[in-house]
């Protein structure tokens, strides 16, 4: 670690900003290659051990995915802490509430991000190892149409790789992040492995089961509104390749099935980059310095980035700050498709660095989260065992369809009610003891007791049943963050973002909204989703001649803001994610998505990333 500004006073090989996926695996490829990294990381250094995370996540009265990490959420009154007094500001699920009241989504003293809508952007992220310590651990491929929607759907643009550049990294980062996964399950819609997973697929649950079931029911009738693509001649439920062990693996345990993936995984068989970053450190060629605020790149004259500036602070909401300033032959830029947007858009005087393309903080993309609940009416699914989620359905996210509406894939829950119902088993069981009825499964308010309540509840919890739906997002230049004129506590600008649902992708939800009607009936489960009133991601979509309410959840997948191209006119970096105007700068991370897609981009970073080490320590650090 480096504790103090001295400590930082020399020409690195490489500086990085951010420690998380992209960041831990691209210090770990250069330290390993003997070259002399420095890591600027935002948030505090990695801890020893996950008790005081754990501990933090116990004692939460909210149990939101941000709850075991710093910052704190509250300040000492009860209320959301102000953005303008934390020096690692963050946003939280909590902001993400209607006007006027707890949690404002459009109060910038309520929430980091200074949101103007017409809707929130609802994914958030954290400070600390790159906010990616609260992921799931999906791992998937994208599909080779993915790479050529331009090309292949006159849709958008193709990227300037393809599925065969990137195969062989996908197999590399499936090594390092330790996927469970079946190459058979997993070869559909063009994707071909030339290696095997490291891990078996984890075993599907009962709910997997009864989903297969469902969807072995349905006929091509029911099936044609989807237009799937021909080479699917049956909807399949495939297991999902997660960063989680399903045996022993590079010294950590098995998954126990603690169904608390997200926030936290207790006994550590999820994959996170603190891990790589552990592995980096231990080279001897990297060194970290946390509660570092990268706040400036510096244009040198010939074009180069020529340093950092940056803010160290001691405490979260202190004003204890030292500044300072890293020089480096390369620099690389890894702190999220939000704080990489930001950073290059601060820098300069504020007139932008690497935007000659004025594409910066443009095309922000997400996957809208469709999700649904309901009770199975007649056989019991068993939810709250086993990981958060092992299955899904992904033959749906590629077909000729695509040149009209979004695609979707479909994810498949394990942990009952839980977040729907905003605490469960808690909030089904304070319904039936105290005759409520906020999970609208307790109409007559009966109050119970004894026998009576063990048996209702038994019922309930061994039949609840979630699922969620991830819809292809258009890259819209609208969708962008820009710079607030609300500041951090460190006195910086705040990403201001500016979102909204094309067309396109509002279409792909009104085939998800049928599917979801489909897969209900064929289940026989009794539909309990309920949008609450003031909800501002709720918007009306026409479905077959029908007005439906409809609203989304965010997936945690920023995507987007200075993608990657094959021309500086249209695009900021280039296919290795080197900056076209200032060619010792490297732009890493989803930020350089060029378009969605329907899979969780964790594994294309981390594939992204290892082919740009692999260029630098070969091609330009030689």
Known sequence: MADSISDLNQEWDVVIVG??????????????????????????????????????????????????????????????????KVNDGRPTVLSLNPKGGFGDWTDTTQSYLHQIGPFPFSSTYERAAGGTAHWLGTSLRLVPNDFKMKSKYGQFVDWPVDYEKLEPFYCSAEAELGV?????????????????????????????????????????????????????????????????????????????????????????????????LNDALDTGFVKMSDRTVASDIVVGENGNISQINFIKYRSDRGPEQEKGSVRGKLYVIAANAIETARLLLMSRNGDGVANSSDMVGRHLMDHPYLVAWGMSENRALFP???????SGIGDLCDGAFRRERAAFRVDIGNEGWNFVAKGDPNTTTLDFINGMNQTRVNAPGEALLGKALMERLNKQFTHQFRCGFLVEQSPDPGNRVTLSEFKDGLGLRRPKISYDLSDYTRKGFAAAYKMKNLLFAKMGVTEFTSINEGDPSMFVQDIDGRKVQLNFMGAGHLMGTYRMGSS???????????????????????????????????????????????????????
């Open 19 to 84: 420690s998380g996926f992209a960041g831990a695996l691209i210090a770990h490829a250069l330290g390993k290659a003997r070259k002399n990294v420095l890591v600027l990381e935002a948030g505090p250094r990695v801890p020893t051990n996950i008790n005081d995370d754990m501990e933090r996540f116990y004692t939460a009265s909210a149990k939101v995915p941000e709850s075991p990490y710093t910052p704190t959420l509250f300040d000492e009154g009860g209320r959301l802490s102000d953005p303008t």
């Open 180 to 276: 469970s996964a079946d190459v058979a399950d997993q070869e559909f819609l063009g994707i071909k492995f030339s290696k095997p997973y490291p891990m078996p697929k984890i075993p599907p649950s009962t709910t997997d089961k009864a989903v297969s079931d469902a969807v072995d029911k349905m006929t091509d009738d029911d099936v044609k509104f989807l237009e799937k693509d021909d080479s699917i001649k049956k909807i399949a439920v495939r297991s999902l390749p997660a960063a989680r062990n399903s045996q022993p693996y590079r010294n950590r345990r098995a998954c126990a099935g603690n169904t608390n993936c997200i926030p936290i995984c207790p006994i550590q068989a999820k994959y996170d980059p603190t891990i790589t």
């Open 384 to 390: 709250y065992r086993g990981p958060l989620i092992t």
């Open 568 to 622: 500086k006119s249209d695009s900021v970096v280039d296919e290795m994610q080197c900056s076209w105007d200032h060619r010792n700068l490297y732009l890493v991370g989803s930020g350089t998505f060029p378009t969605g897609s329907t899979p969780n981009p964790t594994l294309t970073i981390a594939a992204l990333s290892l082919r740009t080490a692999d260029h630098i320590i070969n091609n330009v650090l030689r």
